[in-house]
């Protein structure tokens, strides 16, 4: 009964460590509602954590030229995340079109974006840490120029 | 316990420190740069709120065609032999006042130093647009220091805005656009 009891204890610690390793880079959360009867609604919400592993596993040739352009404004980024994520939460960008509504916000450490169009509502909220380590994992993908 | 009455003049005295600096962190409230584009006609509003200490961090990062080292490259910055830097000087210890006015068929051009500012206003009388930049005095200096005749500090100009109070740097208005872009401590662009 003991050993049932110490073994219950020792999953259920593996389990929470395990949910707070995962969720300690905040979540990736992607919300699509498309507005035409019967359209498509896509709800993620993925361990920002999970990123990084994730990246491993996609074949290169998926990155496209994505390395290379982001090689050459990887220092930008460096200096402008670490900078975002000390400033307050706060709207940064709003465009108003006839029919169109983005929003790009500051908020709880993540960057949001939600865009309201004739079709859709897009809403997406990035870890700004778990933005840069992508950002750095797909920049270093192929070999420096 | 006499040790702990001992103590206490010491703690009272270090959480008053502590609570002083707290205050004077929460005090030093972020200072934004906003831009404002509106379209009368077609209803299209763009705005940008960027806190200057993101600005002051990424554009010395930026180096990429007229921009390096946070300094901006003008092609015709020193033109027809004009010293820039010696108008500024003389500038700097005019008095008050209105230094230029161009008056013809086409605009009106009014260059003035008002309230430690240097102010330019532009009515184009064919477009019905009124333009207005107004610039501080510091972030005057700060743009041309430490740079070559045809250069800009933008870097410094920023860091400048950091320290100038709530301002309006330039304002546009039309029958097409109505543009304003201006500093203060608030992150939404209400006016």
Known sequence: ?145 | MTTVKSAFPAVALSSAILLAATLAVAASATRYLHVKVTNPTTHELVRVNVPLTLAEKVIPAINHGELRDGKVHIGNLNADKVNVRAILDALKTAPEGEFVTVQNTGDDVRVAKEHGQVVVHVIDKESKENVDVTVPWDVVEALVSDTTEDQLNVEAAVKALETVGDTTLVRVSGHEENVRVWVDSRNTDTE
């Not at chain 1, 990246?55 to 995340?81: E, K, N």
């Open chain 1, 1 to 145: 009964m003991i050993f049932i009891a110490k073994l219950g204890i020792g999953v259920l610690g593996t389990a929470l460590v395990g949910a707070a390793a995962l969720s300690s880079e905040g979540f990736i959360y992607v919300n699509v509602q498309e507005k035409h009867p019967g359209g498509t609604h896509v709800n993620v919400l993925v361990p920002a954590a999970l990123v990084p592993t994730t990246l491993h596993f996609i074949p290169r040739h998926h990155f496209g030229a994505a390395p290379h352009d982001l090689r050459t404004v990887l220092p930008i980024i460096d200096a402008a995340i670490p900078a975002l994520n000390d400033c307050p939460d706060g709207l940064l960008v709003e465009v108003v079109d006839p029919g169109e509504h983005v929003l790009v916000s500051k908020r709880a450490g993540a960057i949001v974006v939600d865009v309201n169009d004739p079709d859709e509502t897009v809403h997406v909220s990035v870890p700004l840490s778990a933005a840069q380590s992508a950002i750095h994992q797909i920049a270093e993908a192929t070999p420096a120029d």
